[in-house]
């Protein structure tokens, strides 16, 4: 929201009753189409992009990386559970190791209380990277309409040389594509 508009005005004057609001700096966003799949997806991407993918989905592969896509999760147990590990996943990325990840930036409670919504209305999208049957990575975001909007991603940091993050977001969007949004 721009600050000062209407709607942002609107906005402040009824969540300020109940939390403390403050401004933070504006963030980026960058928005992609899926429309032709995902293969029309990384036809837009550049050649050294694409090589690179193929190499880490590679080096992923031999290293036994499995992928689990979950696109519901509407037992409040099991989505309890899928936080924890992705808070201890996100514990040992450079993020937590630096002090900067959820649970020390003190957006885990936030993230917590909106997983749950999102998971309960249908809307939670997650997908994690195990090795071994530990959870290594983590991407989740939500549906709104026809729009994901990706919220945190992280992955372990001993495991930095597969490239898991771009990885995450790769399998989020091939399973986007998939998904009838």
Same mark, same amino acid.
């Given at each position: 929201?721009?600050?000062?508009?209407?709607?942002?005005?609107?906005?402040?004057?009824?969540?300020?009753?109940?939390?403390?609001?403050?401004?933070?700096?504006?963030?980026?966003?960058?928005?992609?189409?899926?429309?032709?799949?995902?293969?029309?997806?990384?036809?837009?991407? $550049?050649?050294?992009?694409?090589?690179?993918?193929?190499?880490?989905?590679?080096?992923?592969?031999?290293?036994?990386?499995?992928?689990?896509?979950? /696109?519901?999760?509407?037992?409040?147990?099991?989505?309890?559970?899928?936080?924890?590990?992705?808070?201890?996943?996100?514990? $040992? $990325?450079?993020?937590?190791? /630096?002090?900067?990840?959820?649970?020390? /930036?003190?957006?885990?409670?936030?993230?917590?209380?909106?997983?749950?919504?999102?998971?309960?209305?249908?809307?939670?999208?997650?997908?994690?990277?195990?090795?071994?049957?530990?959870?290594?990575?983590?991407?989740?975001? /939500?549906?709104?309409?026809?729009?994901?909007?990706?919220?945190?991603?992280?992955?372990?940091?001993?495991?930095?040389?597969? $490239?898991?993050?771009?990885?995450?977001?790769?399998?989020?969007?091939?399973?986007?594509?998939?998904?009838?949004?």
């Amino acid at each position: 929201l721009a600050p000062r508009s209407a709607a942002f005005n609107t906005l402040a004057m009824l969540l300020g009753a109940h939390y403390r609001l403050f401004l933070g700096p504006t963030t980026r966003r960058h928005v992609a189409s899926l429309d032709d799949g995902l293969d029309g997806f990384l036809a837009r991407r $550049s050649t050294r992009l694409r090589r690179n993918l193929r190499r880490a989905l590679r080096q992923a592969d031999t290293a036994g990386v499995q992928w689990q896509w979950l /696109s519901a999760v509407p037992d409040p147990a099991e989505r309890t559970s899928l936080y924890q590990r992705i808070l201890a996943i996100d514990d $040992s $990325s450079w993020k937590g190791l /630096s002090a900067q990840g959820l649970n020390a /930036s003190g957006m885990g409670e936030f993230y917590n209380l909106m997983t749950a919504r999102l998971a309960q209305r249908g809307d939670l999208r997650v997908i994690v990277g195990s090795i071994a049957g530990e959870a290594v990575a983590f991407g989740f975001g /939500s549906v709104f309409g026809d729009t994901f909007r990706g919220l945190q991603m992280s992955f372990d940091d001993r495991f930095r040389h597969l $490239s898991l993050g771009n990885l995450v977001q790769l399998k989020l969007i091939e399973h986007l594509c998939e998904e009838p949004l």
